[in-house]
Every structure is written in C-alpha cells, then in structure tokens.
C-alpha cells in the first residue's frame, strides 16, 4: 500500500496561508495543497490519511481540517502535542501540564489527567498509553483496559519520544537532533 509522507511549507507571499505537500512513494508524486489561513509547525494527519490536525494560530487549540473536501470540520479545545491509538479510535493530546484522550470519532473526552504529562504514544496493540511526566524523570503508563489506570515508574532521565516495541514489552525512546 502506499503510504504518503507530508510535509509543509512556510506561508506564501501574503503570509495569510500555508502549502502542505503530499509524497506519493508509489507513484513518486508530489502534489500541493493551498491552506486558506496558516498554521503553527506542528502537524499531524490521521491514520487514515483523510484529516490534519494542527495547532492553530487564528484560534485556541487544535483544528481539524479535511484534506479531501477541504473544508475545516472542528476546532478541539486543546492544543499541544497529538497521537493516535493504532486502532484509530482515541486521540491523545498533550501539552506538558495536562492529557486529553479524546474518541477520534465526535471528539468527546475520555480521560483528561492534569498530571505534568508530555510526549504520548499508544502500544500497537491498544492497550497502554506511554507517556512521560515533564517534570520529573518518570514514565507513566495508563492501562486502557482498566479505565486507565495509571502507574508511574521512576527512569533515568527524559529522553525523547517513547516507542513501545511491537509486543509492548520494550520501550526505546527516539531522540530528535537538530
């Protein structure tokens, strides 16, 4: 299957709006999209490939935009950083002071934490929500079978984005350089 790779760019001329760009690695195709307004860098599309959810600059939060009909379909009332569990079912945003689990269906909450939660990431297999505690050098870890139950075990030190490997018995943490 092909597995499309997109990535933006700064706002055009008049500074009102951003192009966001979709490779095609099957058919080794860019095309462009023109969006109406601009938006932060941070982005993150659906597993599916149909919304972009992106921190907005107009309004308070995260914006959902259709890719497809091009039309802006919500505007979520929290901003910060975004996963989603592999079944495609929940959205986990957090910002560093608190964590939004939202369904990825009409976007009601699930579970908010106001613990100092940061960098999100759910098992493969949909059951453990990995994240780390922005304040001190520790990894939470919510149980989503038992109502999110929630465990925190103390680590040597924040080091970037929590994978889980396949099976959920490993962690690696994914360090971004500049």
Do not use: M, W
Not at 61 to 84: A, C, H, M, R, W
Not at 96 to 118: C, K, Q
Not at 124 to 134: A, Y
Request: glycine share 4%; net charge negative.
């Amino acid at each position: 299957t092909d597995y499309p790779v997109y990535f933006r760019k700064d706002e055009d001329a008049y500074g009102t709006s951003t192009y966001l760009y979709r490779y095609s690695p099957n058919t080794n195709e860019v095309d462009s999209l023109l969006f109406p307004r601009n938006f932060s860098d941070y982005f993150r599309i659906s597993p599916d490939g149909k919304l972009i959810y992106f921190n907005s600059i107009s309004n308070a939060g995260k914006e959902v935009y259709d890719i497809e009909t091009q039309e802006f379909i919500n505007v979520l009332p929290y901003s910060g950083n975004i996963s989603f569990s592999p079944d495609s079912q929940l959205i986990a945003i957090s910002d560093g002071s608190e964590l939004y689990i939202i369904n990825a269906n009409d976007y009601s909450l699930i579970y908010h934490d106001t613990t100092d939660v940061a960098r999100a990431v759910f098992t493969r297999d949909n059951k453990k929500l990995f994240c780390f505690n922005s304040t001190t050098p520790n990894l939470i870890i919510l149980d989503r079978e038992n109502n999110f139950s929630k465990t925190e075990k103390q680590i040597d030190g924040l080091a970037g984005l929590p994978i889980p490997s396949y099976n959920g018995q490993k962690l690696f943490f994914l360090n971004y350089f500049n």
